[in-house]
């Protein structure tokens, strides 16, 4: 097996048992900042030495430097569409709890209107 | 005789839910409408009832409205039972006072009506046939036998209240309360009843393609929960 297809697909399962576990916000979000600071400077690098991305493709065992960028970019894709999901729904847990309350507070309200 | 709460959730239901409610009155004093956020005018007509109403501020979905409810009667140390029931008036108020009185008869913690081994009447046979894999599919991933697991009409003491805790807020909650009682192993029985889908229920009956949703939302709730 090339050293790219190991790469990904370790890539891969790490991904997904790490979000399986149910990651905290703090991590989610320590995890996105270092995926950003990563790609801005493999950017620069890869605009003042655009060859260096055949290179390393090469090292990978990857024919072109465009196709690595396509492999990094859909584990990036793929870990983005994953964490923006548990984050909606943590959110929506959030909006429920907050929705229920002021439910309750008004009816609660209502009741004391009532027999006043 | 034990103090009963009604928890009717509601979700644009203004041409039904009065005479829903003002049946269920007849045989219960408690009860409690939770009007979902509903858009039409639902909460008048709720308020006309004589029920008491809860309203969400905004659309949550059926099974945090039930949670809304429960939350609101379990406030009241005295009540000691629980009924769900649908809104739309597809179930017999009367069916739920014979579980009622089963459940206490028996000494168990829920009781579910069952329309499979008590009549349906006018049901689609494709919805028939979709209800019927869903229950067989629910009795074999959970063990938790039963004929109709996603009926809405239940009957359950405050223990079991208290431990529910829906967090799923649409129509998975039924797929929820199963797995409740597996995990505490609660005492359950079914009990036959009538569901009557009139045109009205028919034309504002959830879309079967929701099960693929249900389905899904309920592995990566079951996964992800710690």
């Known amino acids: 097996m090339i050293l790219i297809q190991i790469f990904l697909i370790v890539g891969f399962l790490v991904l997904l048992v790490w ?9 989610m979000r ?17 605009v003042i030495f655009p060859d260096t991305t055949n290179d390393i493709a090469h090292w990978f065992g990857v024919a072109r430097g465009a196709d690595l960028l396509l492999y990094i970019l859909t584990m990036a894709f793929i870990f983005g569409m994953f964490s923006s999901y ?6 929506q847990k959030r909006i429920v709890i907050l929705a229920r309350k002021i439910a309750i507070i008004e009816t609660d309200q209502r009741n004391i209107d009532k027999s006043k | 005789m034990v103090k009963v709460c009604v928890i009717v ?17 007849a045989h219960f004093k408690e009860v409690i409408c939770v009007d979902d956020g509903s858009s039409d005018n ?32 379990l406030q009241d140390p005295d009540v000691k039972l629980f009924i769900t029931i649908d809104a ?21 913690d829920i009781v579910f009506g069952s329309r499979f081994i008590g009549n349906v009447e006018s049901i689609h046979p494709i919805k028939k046939m979709f209800l ?17 697991p996603h009926i809405g009409l239940r009957v359950f003491n405050r223990k079991f209240a208290e431990n529910l805790k829906l967090s799923l807020p649409d129509f998975t909650h039924a797929s929820e309360v199963i797995h409740r009682i597996k995990e505490g192993d609660y005492k359950y029985d079914e009990v036959p009843v009538t569901v009557t889908y009139s045109d009205y229920s028919k034309a504002k009956g959830q879309p079967m393609i929701n099960a693929i949703n249900i389905t899904v939302d309920l592995l990566i709730n079951r996964i992800t929960k710690k």
Request: net charge neutral.
């Open chain 1, 19 to 27: 979000l399986i576990t149910n990651p905290s916000s703090y991590q």
């Open chain 1, 30 to 46: 320590a995890l996105t900042k270092i995926f950003a600071i990563l790609f801005f400077i493999i950017a620069i690098i890869t």
């Open chain 1, 86 to 91: 548990i984050q909606e729904k943590r959110l």
């Open chain 2, 9 to 25: 959730p509601c979700y644009n239901e203004e041409q039904v839910v009065k005479k829903v409610l003002q049946d269920i009155k």
């Open chain 2, 42 to 73: 639902s909460g008048n007509e709720i308020i006309k009832s004589g029920a008491t109403l809860i309203e969400h501020p905004i659309n949550l979905g059926a099974g945090a409205a039930i949670q809304t409810g429960i939350d609101y009667a």
């Open chain 2, 88 to 108: 739309d008036g597809q179930h017999n108020i009367k069916d739920a006072v014979a579980m009622v009185e089963y459940l206490q008869r028996h000494n168990l």
């Open chain 2, 132 to 148: 019927k894999i869903a229950a067989l599919f629910s009795t074999t991933t959970t063990g938790v036998k039963l004929t109709d």
